[in-house]
């Protein structure tokens, strides 16, 4: 790995932190960088990567929260257990015709090109041949140099998304960390995949210890990898693997975080956050296959995990009865939808998102099931601190956070957030007069209150309203008020009326708030 420096900072629960300094030798230096966009700071040492996700992280969290330092790897290469690759051809410069007919020499080498495994370049569709990544597993760099030999010797064609010719069109590999055991998924952009007996004949031949080969069909013009349909050509069709010492089913289309050492870690810190004690019923919003569902179930009384990915639910329900775990059930079902619907008292709540965040239906559901905590995981710090300012509104604090790299040498990591339900007894003592009706909330305006929607108005709008502007809405819409409240003091007393743009912009709360 060229010189390293190791020097042990401290010693928290069941890692150790550990301060790597890397200074990258020649033979660690990737070949392909400023090509394909994939690792964009694996040039810098590994000290200056965690500096640099530091303060990034540090400057989305500004007014929420601090992190200390990032966890880091001792070895921060070849951590990736899924690994995907485009196939394709190079083509001959100049040549762009979608119906130029392929030509070979007596070789059988296709002159417009050599069939070439790659990754797409930042914001293309041009294919950078990678031969040798330094972020894939090192087995299954192997496995796509024997795919691509094999389709050279056989005359398996790449599939030609301009022309809507040829047949394989990407390599997916899930790799075991613990296990070993390997899936390789071809992708094709036709129904049939010819010879493909033949293919898997050799494939084996090469590397045995394959444990499945899926064939899936993606004919699509489209940025997704996986298509909707797919066939089983060698072994169970799935592959498993064991995390935090449980064993989980993998299935090709099932989400599985890439970095399995960082996962144990981030999973260790999710769970510590949420402060369980052994009779609290948690929620795992986008579950997946029961990562983190399972892992919490050790500490909880039930996990109820909830996800929109059937593939991914089904393999959850399999992994809970392989692991013998009672206290969870699985969902199939929209996070914010099973939310709405629940009437089970919930005291903690993960969320580990896409990269795209939760959306404010989400997010409003959750605020309306009160739970205590809320441990919120993402891979993305921006979309993240977007929607730490919607469950602040919503009467969340942020108690403390910390960040995992879970893919060294990108700029890329991931961060954990642990809100609390705000308590009158953690806020500092204030002198409040307050009329005894202020304290008589009906059902509609307990969902928000005055200044909620006050505030909800003005960030929106820019408009202020007062209370008597809203109590006016309020009553045009059928919301009952309580007796006396905001009525003039006396009878010849006049109220002005609300103006029309005003009306509006309180209505939009109003439905924003879903009290309407």
């Given at each position: 790995m060229g010189n390293s420096l190791l020097a042990v900072r401290g010693i928290n629960h069941k890692y150790i932190v550990v301060e790597m300094r890397i200074i990258m030798s020649d033979k660690?230096?990737?070949?392909?960088?400023?090509?394909?966009?994939?690792?964009n700071i694996i040039d810098k040492p590994y000290d200056k990567q965690l500096e640099q996700k530091k303060a990034y992280v540090n400057e989305q969290l500004k007014g929420y929260a601090a992190v200390d330092m990032v966890y880091g790897m001792e070895e921060p290469f070849h951590y990736r257990n899924k690994v995907h690759v485009v196939i394709s051809r190079k083509k001959a410069s100049g040549d762009h015709?979608?119906?130029?007919?392929?030509?070979?020499?007596?070789?059988?080498?296709?002159?417009?090109?050599?069939?070439?495994?790659?990754?797409?370049?930042?914001?293309?569709?041009?294919?950078?041949?990678?031969?040798?990544?330094?972020l894939h597993d090192a087995y299954a760099n192997e496995i796509i140099k024997s795919i691509v030999d094999i389709m050279k010797k056989g005359r398996f064609e790449p599939y030609d998304e301009d022309r809507e010719t040829g047949c394989i069109r990407h390599v997916l590999i899930r790799r075991g960390h613990i296990t070993k055991e390997t899936m390789v998924v071809i992708v094709t952009g036709t129904r049939i995949f010819p010879g493909n007996k033949n293919f898997i004949r050799e494939l084996l031949k090469r590397h045995p210890d394959i444990?499945?080969?899926?064939?899936?069909i993606n004919y699509k013009r489209t940025?997704?990898?996986?298509?909707e349909n797919q066939r089983t050509l060698y072994g169970k069709g799935y592959i498993e693997d064991v995390l935090c010492g449980l064993?989980?089913?993998?299935?090709p289309k099932s989400f599985y975080q890439i970095n399995s050492i960082q996962t144990e870690l981030l999973y260790d810190k999710a769970i510590e956050f949420a402060d369980l004690k052994g009779n609290e019923t948690v929620i795992d919003a986008y579950c997946g296959i029961g990562?983190?569902?399972?892992?919490?179930a050790k500490s909880a009384g039930k996990v109820i995990g909830v996800e929109l990915n059937k593939d991914a639910v089904r393999d959850a329900r399999i992994n809970a009865r392989i692991n013998n775990v009672g206290n969870v059930e699985f969902y199939n079902d929209d996070a914010g939808r099973f939310m709405e619907r629940t009437a089970v008292k919930v005291d903690a709540v993960f969320i580990d998102p896409p990269r795209s965040g939760s959306d404010e239906k989400f997010l409003c559901s959750l605020i309306r099931l009160k739970p205590e905590r809320i441990v919120y995981v993402s891979c993305n710090v921006e979309t993240q601190r977007r929607d730490l300012g919607v469950l602040s509104k919503g009467g969340y604090t942020v108690e403390k956070a910390c960040a995992v790299d879970m893919f060294p040498g990108t700029n890329h990591t991931e961060s954990i957030v642990l809100l609390s339900k705000l308590k009158s007894n953690k806020l500092k003592h204030i002198d409040v007069e307050l009329e005894m009706d202020e304290l008589e909330l009906t059902v509609a305006e307990s969902k928000a209150t005055y200044e909620e929607i006050k505030d909800y108005v003005l960030k929106q709008?820019?408009?202020?309203?007062?209370?008597?502007?809203?109590a006016q809405v309020k009553q045009k819409y059928g919301i009952i008020e309580r007796e006396n409240y905001n009525l003039p003091k006396s009878e010849n007393s006049k109220q002005p009326k609300c103006p029309l743009e005003k009306e509006k912009a309180i209505i939009a709360a109003l439905k924003y708030y879903r009290m309407i």
């Amino acid at each position: 790995m060229g010189n390293s420096l190791l020097a042990v900072r401290g010693i928290n629960h069941k890692y150790i932190v550990v301060e790597m300094r890397i200074i990258m030798s020649d033979k660690m230096k990737c070949p392909h960088f400023g090509q394909c966009g994939g690792c964009n700071i694996i040039d810098k040492p590994y000290d200056k990567q965690l500096e640099q996700k530091k303060a990034y992280v540090n400057e989305q969290l500004k007014g929420y929260a601090a992190v200390d330092m990032v966890y880091g790897m001792e070895e921060p290469f070849h951590y990736r257990n899924k690994v995907h690759v485009v196939i394709s051809r190079k083509k001959a410069s100049g040549d762009h015709s979608k119906k130029a007919p392929d030509r070979y020499d007596k070789s059988g080498k296709n002159v417009k090109g050599e069939i070439v495994a790659g990754i797409y370049e930042e914001e293309s569709h041009n294919v950078v041949p990678v031969e040798e990544c330094l972020l894939h597993d090192a087995y299954a760099n192997e496995i796509i140099k024997s795919i691509v030999d094999i389709m050279k010797k056989g005359r398996f064609e790449p599939y030609d998304e301009d022309r809507e010719t040829g047949c394989i069109r990407h390599v997916l590999i899930r790799r075991g960390h613990i296990t070993k055991e390997t899936m390789v998924v071809i992708v094709t952009g036709t129904r049939i995949f010819p010879g493909n007996k033949n293919f898997i004949r050799e494939l084996l031949k090469r590397h045995p210890d394959i444990t499945t080969i899926v064939h899936n069909i993606n004919y699509k013009r489209t940025s997704m990898v996986l298509g909707e349909n797919q066939r089983t050509l060698y072994g169970k069709g799935y592959i498993e693997d064991v995390l935090c010492g449980l064993r989980f089913r993998i299935s090709p289309k099932s989400f599985y975080q890439i970095n399995s050492i960082q996962t144990e870690l981030l999973y260790d810190k999710a769970i510590e956050f949420a402060d369980l004690k052994g009779n609290e019923t948690v929620i795992d919003a986008y579950c997946g296959i029961g990562t983190i569902a399972m892992a919490a179930a050790k500490s909880a009384g039930k996990v109820i995990g909830v996800e929109l990915n059937k593939d991914a639910v089904r393999d959850a329900r399999i992994n809970a009865r392989i692991n013998n775990v009672g206290n969870v059930e699985f969902y199939n079902d929209d996070a914010g939808r099973f939310m709405e619907r629940t009437a089970v008292k919930v005291d903690a709540v993960f969320i580990d998102p896409p990269r795209s965040g939760s959306d404010e239906k989400f997010l409003c559901s959750l605020i309306r099931l009160k739970p205590e905590r809320i441990v919120y995981v993402s891979c993305n710090v921006e979309t993240q601190r977007r929607d730490l300012g919607v469950l602040s509104k919503g009467g969340y604090t942020v108690e403390k956070a910390c960040a995992v790299d879970m893919f060294p040498g990108t700029n890329h990591t991931e961060s954990i957030v642990l809100l609390s339900k705000l308590k009158s007894n953690k806020l500092k003592h204030i002198d409040v007069e307050l009329e005894m009706d202020e304290l008589e909330l009906t059902v509609a305006e307990s969902k928000a209150t005055y200044e909620e929607i006050k505030d909800y108005v003005l960030k929106q709008s820019g408009l202020k309203v007062s209370s008597l502007y809203i109590a006016q809405v309020k009553q045009k819409y059928g919301i009952i008020e309580r007796e006396n409240y905001n009525l003039p003091k006396s009878e010849n007393s006049k109220q002005p009326k609300c103006p029309l743009e005003k009306e509006k912009a309180i209505i939009a709360a109003l439905k924003y708030y879903r009290m309407i």
